[in-house]
């Protein structure tokens, strides 16, 4: 997805911007660009592809001392194809232009501005972001045409523009898009998300929809809603490991402690966040969520409807935003996101909204759209994730929502003091069954070798098992480019199996505790049909071809948060021995912000 940076300052711009673009490429990119405004004259680099391309064509530039501005992107294609015209900043005759976001009446404009002389270099909407301020500027002093210009595009933006006609500023604009203002000893830095920022600021404003403005060097204390920024370096970096994703798999059993901290004990669950009183009189719970987020969703319902016995619709966010919306009564909506950026999640939180449900985000990023715009957050706590693949975000929204099933299952009467107790134990179990044991990623890696080239996989569970063989299927498509398809064992024999023979790899989530002998069952036909099959359990299986065994365990949720952790190691191994680019898998990016 597209990323911003920004600089006003006397240190070297090309540098920083630079490196804020790299701290942006987990998010996925196929073009960069950067613009330096320095006496007066506006430089301006393009290139296609790896930000390598990009330093090769600046490296003979050299940023004079003194003061200067700049502003940089990384484009994730949404108009037009990844070319080098297309990738930001867009120029005009004597201004530049970077953005994230769609601008939704673009074509209107262009049409206007051609008309009037214009000449278009790109098939981007954001083009004529540039345009449309040096036309304006023809009646109208700098800031009052970019007022004017943002109040006549539609859409979703995060816009940074610079022009010779000023300078010594920065003209910013935020709608439905993040971006974030920074001050450091080095200046003012602006980014689309904090990570760019790191090391660099000391004090942020997150900026609201609508906001727009002209900065100078001057300019930052006169913001309102100015914050201490104190994000960590380290967590941003790998720690020695291959990959963002190995690290993350890895830290999840110390961050999943995060995440339950000040929250279970041994008496139970408590929410310091939320009043009591929120989820006083809801009947019913709405969990909307993309991808990965919408797995997690899945198996709240489960552990929700059986602990509180609530009755749980889950939803597809990009499915509910246009379907017919039947708002309940005592409701409450639920949205799931990680970035807490994801556009349909937030645009079907607006619906929400607008229908007076209650609303409750379930994020790790704290200031995200999402969590500003509910009513209240439960944040996930996990640290910044840069695998565009998740992996502990997904670990820690399941292990929420487990929390608020024991939470609202004790406020409703349904859980006794000892049930909820024995959860708050549970919990703890299968936290620290998410501790990779060397033993066992070694095991993983060598089997994975005999997973390469059949020609699909199935991931089969039960109940909470199911939306985990979803999340299994979706991860190793994600970064092994291999066909696989999650399913409810059940439904195996209502067609899937007509796929069945030794070419297709078949992973079986067997839990000793929850439907065993269905399961088995199941697992038994496929053997017969003579697919390929691994299970995942903790007793061996006669019908297996093999084994990845995990640790006997005190519950079901125990068995899950293992197996989990088999899905993603086995997923990693076979993305490693593919040779793929783990952390930024092809046509992904790890903050979705457009529909
Ligand atoms: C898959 C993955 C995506 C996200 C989805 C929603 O590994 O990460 O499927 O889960 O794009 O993103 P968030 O949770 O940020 O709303």
Known sequence: MCGIVGYMGKSNAKEILLNGLKELEYRGYDSAGIAILQQDTLHTFKAVGKLENLESKIKDFEVSSGFCIGIGHTRWATHGKPTEANA??????????????????????KEELIILGHHFLSQTDTEVIVHLFEENLKKLDPQEAFYATI???????????VSKIAPNKIFYAKNGSPLI????????????????????????????????????????DLLKNIQNFSVNKTLAQKDGFRYFMEKEIYEQHSVLLETIMGRVSENGVIFDEIDQSFFLGIRSITLCACGTSYHAGMVGKYLLERLAKIRVNVVIASEFRYGGFVSQEDELFISISQSGETADTLEALKLAKEYNQKSLAICNVDNSSIVRLSDCAILTRVGLEKGVASTKAFASQVLVLWMLAVYMGRTYGHLDEREAKLQSSDMLSAIRATKVESKFHERIKRLSKRYLHGHGFFFIGRDVFYPLALEGALKLKEISYLHAEGYPSGEMKHGPIALADSNLFTIALLSEHLLYDKMQSNIAELSARDATICVIGSKECES???????????????????????????SLEVAIRLGNDVDMPRNLAKSVTVE
């Open 88 to 109: 930001h900043p867009h120029t005009a005759e004597f201004s530049n232009v970077v953005h994230n976001g769609i601008i939704e009446n673009y074509q209107e404009i």
């Open 151 to 161: 109040n006549r595009i539609k859409g979703a933006y995060a816009i940074l523009l």
């Open 181 to 220: 203002i920074a001050k450091g000893s080095g200046g003012i830095y602006f980014a689309s998300s904090d990570s760019p920022l790191v090391g660099l600021a000391s004090q942020v404003v997150y900026l609201e929809d609508g906001d727009m403005g002209v900065m100078d060097i001057e300019g930052f």
């Open 544 to 570: 297996a071809d093999d084994m990845i065994i995990i640790p006997q365990a005190k519950s079901y949720m125990e068995e899950f948060f293992s197996m989990m952790l088999g899905l993603q190691l086995l």
